[in-house]
T-cell receptor, first 114, second 113 residues
Framework: KAGVTQTPRYLIKTRGQQVTLSCSPI?????VSWYQQTPGQGLQFLFE???????NKGNFPGRFSGRQFSNSRSEMNVSTLELGDSALYLC?????????????FGQGTRLTVV | DQQVKQNSPSLSVQEGRISILNCDYT??????FLWYKKYPAEGPTFLIS?????DKNEDGRFTVFLNKSAKHLSLHIVPSQPGDSAVYFC????????????FGTGTRLKVLA
């Protein structure tokens, strides 16, 4: 069974640009969540998608958005990039049922804004 | 408002000894807790979890203890191995609600050979 796949692994963008990150969840998982990891801040929740609907959103500005497709693949978009957006962006997939509550993470996309 | 706290940013332990990583939480609604291990440039890897109806869960060298009255959980690794050197995150969530994990800031474990 393939794991969670995130593309690209690394990105360098300049301030003001926008970026789109992609996540393919584990087959059969319908929940995809996105997290931002920065040094000293741990993993901060961005949003979760389930069955193509955003179910929950973290405390991030509207520049951060996402969507989920019918095959459960998800994309995250960040517009008008700022230097502070440089981080590791992690995607996690879950079966989202009471018996299988663990989320499985991809390797992440390292975004550097210059 | 940090609902999940890992107050020790780092920990060093001799190979073969016990590693104890601690985590405190403030939200009594959390009913599921997990531990993840993370190597540099990789995503977190799930280690072990515990439901709030239990006070202990064991899986091989890893045991998680939950003290609900103290809102405290700990991860014990026995015996510690050099390959265990990584950053460990605890996470909590409300299983009947949203699938939003709240993570601690992590503890960097170094196991000395």
């Amino acid at each position: 069974k393939a794991g969670v796949t995130q593309t690209p692994r690394y990105l360098i963008k300049t301030r003001g640009q926008q970026v789109t990150l992609s996540c393919s969840p584990i087959s059969g998982h319908r929940s995809v969540s996105w997290y931002q990891q920065t040094p000293g801040q741990g993993l901060q929740f961005l949003f979760e998608y389930f069955s193509e609907t955003q179910r929950n959103k973290g405390n991030f500005p509207g520049r951060f958005s996402g969507r989920q497709f019918s095959n459960s693949r998800s994309e995250m978009n960040v517009s008008t990039l700022e230097l502070g957006d440089s981080a590791l962006y992690l995607c996690a997939s879950s079966a989202r049922d009471r018996k299988n509550t663990e989320a499985f993470f991809g390797q992440g996309t390292r975004l550097t804004v210059v | 408002d940090q609902q999940v706290k890992q107050n020790s940013p780092s920990l060093s332990v001799q190979e073969g000894r016990i590693s104890i990583l601690n985590c405190d939480y403030t939200n009594s609604m959390f009913d599921y807790f997990l531990w993840y291990k993370k190597y540099p440039a990789e995503g977190p890897t799930f280690l072990i979890s515990i439901s709030s109806i239990k006070d202990k869960n064991e899986d091989g060298r890893f045991t998680v203890f939950l003290n609900k009255s103290a809102k405290h959980l700990s991860l014990h690794i026995v015996p510690s191995q050099p390959g265990d050197s990584a950053v460990y995150f605890c996470a909590a969530f409300i299983s009947s609600g949203t699938y939003k994990y709240i993570f601690g800031t992590g503890t960097r474990l170094k196991v000395l050979a």
